[in-house]
C-alpha cells in the first residue's frame, strides 16, 4: 500500500513553493487596481502617501504597508503552474482563512498578479 501513496504525493501538483519558486523574495507594488463594492481603487494616488512591501518566503509571505494607515497580513502559499493559492492566516482586515488564487508572472524583476478583483504590479526590491 505504500508504495501506491508515494508516487501519488510525487506528482501532486499543488507543491509548497521552495527555494525554487519564482515568487521568492522582496517586492515593492509600483501600481496596482482593485474592485470593492462597486467602487475602484487605484495605486499610484497623488491624494495617497502609500507604499506597499512584500516578501515571500519558502511557502509564506507577509504584507506590509502604508495606505490610509499603517496595515500588515501574513499566511501561506501553494504555487501550482502559473496560479498560486494564498491563505491569509494574520491580518489588520480581519480577512482571514479563505484561499485566495492568484495568477501571476514574473517578467525579470516585475511581478505581475491578477484576481477577480484585482490586478497588481511588484518590482524585486530583494
Known amino acids: 500500500m505504500v508504495l501506491l501513496i508515494v508516487p501519488l504525493l510525487a506528482f501532486n501538483p499543488a507543491q509548497p513553493a521552495g527555494p525554487d519558486s519564482p515568487l521568492e523574495g522582496v517586492w515593492e507594488l509600483v501600481s496596482g487596481e482593485w474592485e470593492q463594492d462597486g467602487a475602484t481603487t487605484v495605486f499610484p494616488n497623488p491624494e495617497l502617501d502609500a507604499k506597499s512591501v512584500k516578501c515571500y518566503t519558502k511557502g509564506h509571505f507577509f504584507v506590509i504597508?502604508?495606505?490610509?494607515?499603517?496595515?500588515?497580513?501574513?499566511g501561506t502559499y501553494v504555487v501550482k503552474?502559473?496560479?498560486?493559492?494564498?491563505?491569509i492566516e494574520i491580518s489588520a482586515f480581519g480577512n482571514t482563512g479563505t484561499p485566495i488564487d492568484i495568477k501571476f508572472k514574473v517578467e525579470g524583476d516585475k511581478l505581475i498578479l491578477e484576481a477577480d478583483w484585482f490586478h497588481e504590479v511588484w518590482k524585486r526590491i530583494e
Open 65 to 74: 504597508g502604508k495606505w490610509e494607515e499603517v496595515y500588515a497580513l501574513s
Open 81 to 87: 503552474e502559473d496560479v498560486y493559492t494564498e491563505t
